[in-house]
């Protein structure tokens, strides 16, 4: 039986539906927004207009119960000695499926979820593991439960 | 028949088609077996139907290399031998245990599991259990939604049927079986040549002795003390006898026991019923969970069998990945407010480092007392982490749960107060070279025409089947041949 789309899922969509750089920014940083016509104009990503990602925030608010996400990211991010933040965490996540998955992130989080849960068990079945306080855990799932522990 | 050696005459020997030595599990099974033949069976058994100090005594032995438990509280010297403490745990060998496998040195049997088989039935019925052992086999799909190409759940079965309690009047009750009680076996007698026992000297804690003179006798004392009574008997061959190779007490197996692994469920739903006791088919049963012959073939490692052998409260961080977990799998219900431990036997490799040899001290009988060492193979531990780390993979992968690592990657070696699980295999190992076995397929001593070993020690692999279904089968099977043999 498969779980009926929770807060969490909720949360997502509005995080995903959230414009990338809201009306404020885009008026209180006229300067950045000229630059970043520019940068648009020649094909440059937008690093200094992306604002929250939504896919980020999708996946930040991946699960409906923060804090026990939370709990075990915060043991994830202890074995990290670098301490990467929130976007590198989901460039890890994502891997080369970041188009994909923010689609899904903005038009179908139950799909995101599904798809997440497929990546993490294809990660058991790759070995694409980690050890957690002796838990085996998949790379996708502590990726998610970090960026639950970031946000 | 039955009878208190201690009270027979000084000096009157005894004869015999079949000597037995030891009423154990093998020894009371043999004897059943003969009973009501035509052939005359002395079954000497070292203890009596209560333990006592002095008897038990007679088992203390040194304790070399690894921890191991002292020897009389391992083994138990009485009529119906270890099985008056035990669990009751019976599972067949799985297939793959007779194999050579060539990752693991000196595995293969000259028997397969198919041989063995029809005696494995017979043998289930003396535990009370279905003819026979009901299904489902070795292969049984795992009740957990895992790849059954990879891990897959027999049924063990619980019978812990006390032997000297329950076949007590049909041994004693035997006109053919005379059963001597605080018969102690301190010789085997060979003929000149060493090619043949003339006999067993026998001698009891209160000062008498005799001997029995057999047509062929069976040693069936254990896997300890079968190969000190061989090695001790050492008057014609000084290595002792059937220890032309050196093989005598060496490649001593134990299964190793200890918690590997938490299984948190990704559900609390998940269906986990199999794995409990529960009745089945007139008995007891809980499923196992155990790698598959075509996972050990590919991975190149040996067998474990994990029970879920209980059951805790999360703690907090525990709790909180329960959650996690659960809501990532989309799992029914509610998540898991348990764990459960992953209680494991674990196949040890035959290891000609790890033996039973003969100390300095001598017991209250004259007999040189046991030095055990009992040695592990760095492809044992390799074997359960690998194992393990591929079932928690496998359950992460089917969405099943996850498995906590009680080994990580930094622990070199085994905890220190790892336990076996008191089953004593491989030291009179069988194989049809006498340069590899110290017993044949028919389990005779190799260069001793007359005698015979019943039960673990000739096992040429441990698996990880807990042993006593295998014991009384191959007893039963003996039973058989020495019929044909030795038939008027």
């Known amino acids: 039986m498969t779980r009926a789309p929770g807060r969490g899922a909720r949360e997502a969509r509005a995080q995903a539906e959230r414009p990338a750089c809201s009306r404020r920014e885009l008026l209180g940083l006229g300067v950045v927004a000229g630059a970043a016509a520019l940068a648009l104009a020649a094909g440059v990503p937008l690093a200094a207009c992306s604002g929250p990602d939504p896919l980020e925030g999708a996946l930040q608010s991946f699960y409906a119960d923060r804090e026990a996400a939370r709990a075990v990211g915060a043991e994830v991010l202890a074995q990290e000695p670098a301490k990467p933040g929130a976007a590198e965490w989901t460039a890890r996540v994502a891997r080369d499926r970041a188009g994909e998955l923010r689609e899904l992130a903005q038009r179908d989080p139950p799909a995101l979820a599904a798809a997440l849960r497929a990546q993490s068990r294809d990660d058991f079945a790759q070995g694409r593991v980690r050890v957690v306080r002796g838990w085996v855990l998949s790379d996708t799932e502590c990726g998610l439960m970090v960026l639950a522990a970031l946000r | ?158 019978a812990p049927v006390r032997f000297g309690e329950r076949y007590r009047a049909d041994v004693t009750g035997a006109r053919n079986v005379d059963a001597l009680l605080h018969a102690s076996a301190v010789e085997l007698v060979a003929n000149e040549a060493g090619s043949a026992l003339v006999g067993v000297r026998v001698a009891t804690l209160a000062g008498g002795g005799f001997a029995v003179r057999a047509r062929a006798v069976v040693l069936a004392a254990g896997g300890i003390e079968t190969p000190r009574l061989l090695l001790a008997s050492n008057r014609v061959q000084t290595a002792g006898l059937g220890n032309g190779a050196d093989l005598v007490g060496r490649y001593f197996m134990e299964h190793p026991q200890l918690v590997a692994g938490a299984l948190l469920p990704a559900s609390a ?185 019943a039960g673990s020690a000739v096992f040429a692999t441990s698996g990880s089947a807990d042993p006593t279904l295998a014991i009384v089968a191959l007893a039963i099977r003996l039973a058989d041949q020495l019929k044909r043999e030795l038939a008027p």
Not at chain 2, 375 to 384: A, E, F, G, Q, V
């Open chain 2, 1 to 158: 028949m039955l009878s208190d050696a201690r009270r027979l005459p000084a000096g009157r020997d005894l004869e015999a088609d079949v000597c037995i030595v030891g009423a154990g599990a093998a020894g009371i099974a043999l004897a059943l077996e003969l009973a009501g033949s035509p052939l005359r069976v002395v079954l000497l058994e070292s203890g009596g139907f209560e333990r006592d100090d002095a008897t038990d005594d007679l088992a203390r032995g040194r304790i070399q290399g690894r921890h191991h438990p002292p020897l009389e509280e391992v083994r138990a010297r009485g009529f119906g031998g270890t099985t008056s403490a035990w669990d009751g745990r019976l599972r067949p060998l799985d297939p793959i245990d007779f194999e050579a496998r060539e990752w693991i040195p000196h595995s293969g049997w000259p028997i397969t599991a198919r041989d063995l088989e029809p005696f494995v039935a017979r043998a289930a019925r003396r535990f009370g259990l279905a003819e026979p052992v009901p299904a489902p086999g070795p292969e049984a799909p795992p009740a957990l939604p895992l790849d059954a190409q990879a891990f897959v759940s027999p049924e063990l079965w619980i």
């Open chain 2, 269 to 453: 739903e998940l269906p986990l019923g199999r794995y409990r006791p529960r009745a089945n088919a007139g008995a007891e049963s809980m499923a196992l969970l155990t790698p598959s012959a075509a996972l050990l073939r590919r991975e190149r490692v040996q067998s474990f069998a994990a029970v879920l052998a209980g059951e805790a409260a999360l703690p907090d961080l525990e709790r909180a990945l329960a959650t996690s977990v659960h809501e990532l799998e989309a799992a029914p219900g509610a998540p898991s407010t348990r764990a459960l431990f992953l209680l494991n036997s674990c196949e040890q490799a035959p290891n000609p480092a790890s033996r039973v040899r003969l100390a300095e001290e001598r017991d209250a009988l004259g007999l040189p007392r046991v030095q055990l060492e009992w040695r592990l193979s760095p492809s044992d531990l390799h074997s359960l982490r690998r194992g393990h780390d591929l079932l928690a993979r496998e359950l992460g992968r089917a969405g099943a749960g996850r498995l906590q690592l009680m080994l990580g990657p930094g622990d070199m070696d085994w905890p220190a107060d790892l336990v076996g699980g008191g089953h004593h295999m491989g030291t009179t190992r069988m194989h049809e070279d006498p340069r590899r076995g110290v017993v044949d397929a028919s389990c005779r001593v190799h260069g001793v025409a007359n005698l015979w070993v």
